[in-house]
Nanobody, 125 residues
Framework: QVQLVESGGGLVQAGGSLRLSCAAS????????VGWFRQAPGKGREFVVG?????????EYAESAEGRFTISRDNAKNTVYLQMDNLKPEDTAVYYC?????????????????WGQGTQISVSS
């Protein structure tokens, strides 16, 4: 099992940028695929982006994130990053990182056993 802690959230104007971090402790982090999910008020949790284990050779992006968000990982620091550019008001949500002990990213939140506490992103128009 890994314990996950997100950071980097905050309030930003539309068109701005933020970088989220997901710091892991516990098990060997490089053995986990990591996904970022978000949940807006009154809505379900949705997949945003994910990265495979090891060197992160495989990434997947939701259509809403394609071209604006970039995921990366630094296993030496046990951290996954989510760079978010050109933010829009509809990106406002609590963002969670999640990890699963397998190579492949899953877009289904039920496939992840390890979750962080979430970090709030608010984008003003």
């Amino acid at each position: 099992q890994v314990q996950l802690v997100e950071s980097g959230g905050g309030l930003v104007q539309a068109g701005g940028s933020l970088r989220l971090s997901c710091a892991a402790s516990g098990d060997t982090f490089s053995s986990y695929a990591v996904g970022w999910f978000r949940q807006a008020p009154g809505k379900g949790r949705e997949f945003v982006v994910g990265i495979s284990w090891g060197g992160g050779t495989t990434t997947e992006y939701a259509e809403s994130a394609e071209g604006r968000f970039t995921i990366s990982r630094d296993n030496a620091k046990n951290t996954v990053y989510l760079q978010m550019d050109n933010l829009k008001p509809e990106d406002t949500a609590v963002y969670y990182c999640a990890a699963r002990r397998t190579f492949w990213v899953s877009r289904d939140s039920i496939d992840y056993a390890n979750w962080g506490q979430g970090t709030q992103i608010s984008v003003s128009s």
